[in-house]
């Protein structure tokens, strides 16, 4: 095998740091290398050492740029790269007049294929290198997205949107068809090169009963696949779906009676909990996504992570594209950080940084393979650049932490703080952009 060394400034994490003295939890190795080989990362370590393993390895030098396992976003709508920024609505009336009417679109198998490689494209450029997202009713658009995924080897989780009522015609399925074509997309991608299926019921309101009853069997059914949709995101919807399944005791109590919740399940916003249901999502261990960008833009509310951390329920964060605002997990961590300022709850730039990459790894139980350098893991890395504009670059002269650096690219970095991201040990970013607006119709 041909071996490649990659030379920086390094962190990883092995545990959530409370601050930069919990170095137990973490590594930096202020002149580091990482050496790679057949998309894995063989060893990281002090780049004296590391060179000293492999003396023939190509050399790439990213000094003075940090170098860290890539990015994950836990909670993003592929079919909404084109409904992102849609003005002043709030949850159920931005779904009915800008994202269903544009998920219909997906229908057509050659739009969802030119969209895919679009998406992807944008997840690299902000270095995001796994994501977890939901496609639309339409089972070509789960191709389009695993067959992009497969050619640049990205580690992509996904499902097709399971959604029987509730919704325009054009992008309803049936309890029986919502089954049959799951279960034959599992069938072809789940386990397939880095690909990982999740079981996809949009969320309660879009669901008979019929349909989450069949959902449930799926869980059952292929206990290794993930499972995700939308936990109590808006207060109209809260009320709405109390409405339509009058028997369960709770929002969250409509998934649990259905037999949906596992450790693999992830619920997107989960602002609104009862006492009830956080205990539930405690002995579930089922995981609540916080979407901080899209929370805010769809006025939704604020998500308590110091009161869930507390009962010891582990959380993920993501942008949940199309109502979330950037596909910038750094810009995810701004807002995030913002949304637990005004509930007066701390977040260290480290404990941030670890969110993003081992901390959302950990909650899809994929730590041993993304979200970390360690030696064995896929080769899925960031490389930061903290003086990426002028702002950042004045603002950087008078840092003088690696917690200060860490900050400044949260607060101010975007995808011109991504100098490159690896996929599988292949550099992929080709511009700022981050497009082929060729291919967008
Ligand atoms: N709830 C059901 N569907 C959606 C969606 O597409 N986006 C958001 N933010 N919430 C939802
Ligand atoms: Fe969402």
Not at 122 to 132: K, Y
Not at 271 to 286: G, P, Q
Not at 380 to 406: C, F, K, W
Request: with cysteine.
């Amino acid at each position: 095998d041909q071996y490649t060394l990659l030379r920086g400034r390094i962190l990883d994490f092995h545990a959530a740091p409370q601050d930069e003295t919990d170095t137990e939890a973490y590594r930096y190795i202020e002149d580091g290398a990482i050496l790679l080989a057949g998309g894995k990362i063989k060893a990281t370590g002090a780049f004296a050492e590391i060179v000293a393993l492999a003396p023939d390895a190509s050399i790439t030098d990213h000094r003075p740029n940090l170098l860290m396992a890539g990015f994950i976003d836990t909670h993003v709508h592929f079919p909404q790269v084109q409904v992102i920024a849609s003005w002043g609505a709030q949850l159920l009336d931005w779904l009915n007049s800008y994202t269903f009417p544009e998920e219909t679109r997906f229908a057509d198998p050659a739009h969802g294929a030119a969209m895919a490689g679009q998406f992807l494209d944008l997840l690299t450029c902000h270095g995001t290198t796994t994501a977890v997202a939901y496609c639309s009713v339409h089972p070509a658009s789960v191709d389009a997205y695993f067959t992009e995924a497969a050619q640049r080897n990205m580690c992509m989780i996904g499902g097709k949107v399971m959604m029987d009522r509730n919704a325009p015609e054009a992008l309803t399925d049936t309890p029986q068809s919502s089954y049959d074509d799951s279960k034959a997309l599992i069938a072809k991608w789940h386990g397939k090169g880095r690909a990982h299926y999740a079981i996809t019921p949009r969320f309660a309101i879009t669901s008979t009963p019929e349909q989450l009853e069949i959902a449930g069997a799926l869980v059952t059914e292929h206990p290794d696949c993930f499972v995700q949709t939308h936990l109590s995101e808006n207060h109209d919807e809260i009320a709405y779906t109390a409405e339509l399944y009058p028997d369960a005791p709770d929002y969250l109590g409509v998934y649990e009676n259905y037999g949906l919740l596992t450790p693999k399940m992830l619920l997107g916003h989960s602002i609104h909990l009862t006492s009830r249901e956080i205990d539930v999502l405690a002995e579930t261990r089922a995981k609540p996504v916080f979407c901080p960008t899209s929370n805010l833009f769809l006025g939704s509310g604020l998500f308590d992570d110091a009161g869930l951390r507390g009962r010891g329920i582990q959380n993920a964060i993501a942008t949940d594209i199309g109502a979330g605002t950037s596909y910038s997990m750094l810009q995810t961590l701004n807002e995030g950080y913002k949304v637990l300022q005004l509930q007066n709850q701390k977040l260290h730039p480290l404990r941030a940084f670890h969110w993003i990459t081992r901390g959302n790894a950990e909650v899809l139980g994929l730590a041993d393979r993304i979200g970390t350098l360690a030696n064995g893991s896929d080769a899925d890395i960031v490389v930061l650049n903290a003086r990426a504009t002028p702002a950042m670059a004045l603002r950087m002269q008078r840092a003088q932490t690696l917690s200060e650096e860490l900050f400044i690219l949260q607060m101010l970095g975007d995808d011109r703080a991504i100098e490159e991201t690896y996929v599988a040990g292949v550099p992929q970013k080709r511009d700022h952009a981050g497009a082929r607006p060729e291919a967008v119709q």
